[in-house]
């Protein structure tokens, strides 16, 4: 997988460990595209986890891990943030964070918010993790009211999170809305409903219709297959044990 793009950069220069249906990764590629870098691709096998991985990521051992030049930057967060002060927002280059400072702070909340809220109900509604689905129901429900009014805060009327572009909170934001789609199968609970939350129905919309998002974001049935996949894999870890 490698961007389509202008960069003069060899992708060899810029690699991504990853997986297709990780959305932590998937906020490197939308990142990546967004700014017109050429990248290589380098899938992790579920459950057998690369020397390279381990050797560059050591501590957490996690994707996604973004190879500069063989110089590795963990943690989805920090990897968006390293890109944008990395290819910085010129030659045509759109800034991924905005330039004001508190708006700046003011995204990397919400952003923390996102994953310290739906992305443990995500995983409780596919079944790869125990917990009460209701709960996670309404805990994402509630989160969402949340991101429903923050939107209309920070776009000021505007398509995106980030104003007229896609910036740091629609990425991690965004990057969610693949397997929450998926959950709708999985467990048959439809969580980004259009009469509660329209601004953020919206929004989604034009999350997927963007040129760096379209290529990457997941077909809902393959997740919902990587999903059962997944599960079956964890069983068979944890029956090792």
């Known amino acids: ?19 297709w249906a990780s959305h ?39 994707i996604p891990v973004l190879l500069h030049h063989g110089k590795p930057v963990a943690e989805s967060m920090i990897i968006l943030q390293y890109i944008d002060e ?18 700046r702070a003011v995204q990397r909340f919400w952003a923390q918010y996102v994953d310290d809220k ?7 509604f596919r079944g790869v993790t125990a917990g009460d689905k209701d709960e996670a129901a309404a805990q994402v429900s509630e989160a969402l009211q949340h ?10 009327g505007k398509s995106y999170f980030g104003g007229d572009s896609l910036g740091f909170l ?18 048959g609970v439809k969580v980004l409903v259009e009469s509660k ?10 999350f997927y219709a963007h040129h760096a998002v379209r290529d990457v974001m997941p077909e809902t049935d393959r997740l919902v297959q990587f ?3 997944l599960i079956g894999v964890l069983k068979a870890k944890a029956s090792q044990k």
């Open 227 to 229: 999903n059962t996949y």
């Open 170 to 187: 629609d990425i991690v934001l965004g990057s969610h809305l693949g397997w929450l789609k998926a959950v709708e199968q999985i467990a």
């Open 147 to 156: 991101l429903e009014e923050a939107f209309v805060k920070c776009s000021r």
């Open 1 to 19: 997988m490698a961007s389509i793009g202008g960069e003069e950069e060899a992708a060899a220069a810029v690699r991504v460990i990853g997986g």
């Open 24 to 62: 932590y990764a998937i906020r490197v590629y939308v990142a990546l595209k967004l700014k017109g870098v050429e990248y290589e691709f380098l899938q992790e096998v579920v459950g057998n986890k690369s020397e390279l991985l381990l050797q560059s990521n050591p501590v957490h051992k996690k």
């Open 86 to 103: 990395v290819w910085a927002s010129n030659n045509g280059r759109p800034a991924i964070l905005s330039p004001d400072p508190y708006e």
């Open 197 to 206: 939350f329209p601004e953020l129905t919206a929004w989604a919309q034009r």
């Open 118 to 124: 739906i992305a443990p109900a995500s995983v409780v």
